[in-house]
């Protein structure tokens, strides 16, 4: 039994592609790639793997998440190189590493942090934009309502901000870094701190793209903390792709 950890790039081709699609396509693609794949036990058997916190629709990345399991061990690059030529235009295995044998199941439980980089064309301008942020993060409350499949209700963001500032402006937009509360224990969506701040979608161009995750080791019930860790590939020989 090995893990292999993968990271890998969501593009512009799949961003409208759900995370349970994403998932069912890297399936088949592993299988197509005849990767010696740890399947599940019960009457319809499925490659076992964990995949990080959703990426919010319409969004692309280069920092997504994934654990293969295998029967055997397997070289990461190799592993790498046959995934990817099978894989559709907008997904692509970026590096790859082996989980030690002495490390537990990799399900990705310690990622509660995502940063964001959201370029705005067609709204505010630098000046309007700082303004606004500073204003928005001094507020105690940020109070969003969320519906969906749940009833609606009202839902405070403010724990799930942990940073939001303009570090990009120029004739074409501004560019905002947000980073984010994600994961099982609850999170913000980039869309919402759009809207707080007052962006008018339907006039302006708005693109989101997740750059990197994070893992800050916090308590599940502990407010907003420094981050402590990023979401990196382990050190030494032999386990990078």
Request: net charge positive.
């Amino acid at each position: 039994m090995a893990q292999v950890v993968c990271r890998y790039r969501k593009g512009e081709q799949v961003k409208w592609i759900s995370h349970l699609d994403v998932k069912r396509t890297l399936e088949r693609a592993m299988r197509r790639a005849e990767l010696p794949l740890t399947l599940t036990q019960g009457h319809n058997p499925h490659p076992k793997l964990s995949l990080g916190p959703p990426l919010p629709l319409g969004a692309t990345s280069d920092a997504e998440l994934l654990t293969v399991h295998l029967e055997g061990a397997m070289d990461p690059w190799h592993l790498k190189e046959r995934l990817n030529a099978q894989l559709p235009a907008g997904l692509e295995v970026l590096e790859s590493w082996v989980v030690p044998g002495y490390r537990k199941k990799e399900t990705f439980g310690e990622v509660d942090i995502a940063e964001y980089r959201v370029t705005v064309r067609g709204g505010p301008n630098a000046e309007a934009a700082r303004s606004k942020v500073t204003e928005l993060m001094a507020r105690p409350e940020l109070m969003v309502q969320r519906g969906g499949e749940r009833p609606e209700r009202t839902v405070d963001l403010r724990p799930l901000v942990i940073g939001l500032e303009v570090v990009g402006a120029g004739d074409g937009g501004i560019e905002l870094r947000m980073r984010l509360r994600t994961g099982s224990h609850g999170g913000a969506r980039p869309q919402e701190i759009v809207e707080l701040l007052g962006i008018d979608t339907e006039s302006a161009l708005v693109t989101y793209h997740r750059s990197a995750l994070y893992a800050s080791a916090r308590e599940p019930a502990r407010p907003a903390a420094g981050l402590t860790r990023r979401w990196t590939r382990p050190h030494g020989r032999g386990e990078r792709s």
